[in-house]
């Protein structure tokens, strides 16, 4: 099994930047894919960000050139940096995991992150 626990989240004016951490533990080496969620109040979670374990990359479209998913060696620690930040980006970010096998690791508690004007 994976965990993940996220952090990273805050308080922050528009046009600021955050970057969000994901520290994934257990069979870490089973993972092939991180990626990044997130969900506003009265929404659904939604998709904003991918890293394959070959390398590549892919964002919603209003995440596009703003923000950048990246990791260290090994999958321990995921980043997810937020520049440009507006308050559409305000919600709790989430990620997740996906295992060999098409299987996904727990949903962790979240990191808010919140964006005034």
């Known amino acids: 099994q994976v965990q993940v626990v996220e952090s990273g989240g805050g308080l922050v004016q528009a046009g600021g930047s955050l970057r969000l951490s994901c520290a994934a533990s257990g069979r870490t080496f089973t993972i092939i894919a991180m990626d990044w969620f997130r969900q506003a109040p009265g929404k659904e979670r939604e998709f904003v960000a991918r890293?394959?374990?070959?390398?590549?990359?892919i964002y919603e479209d209003s995440v596009k050139s703003r923000f950048i998913i990246s990791r260290e060696k090994g999958w321990n620690t995921v980043y997810l940096q937020m520049n440009s930040l507006s308050p559409e980006d305000t919600a709790a970010y989430y990620c997740r995991a996906t295992l060999q096998g098409a299987s996904y690791s727990d949903w962790g508690q979240g990191t808010q992150v919140t964006v005034s004007s």
């Open positions: 890293l394959t374990w070959g390398g590549d990359s």
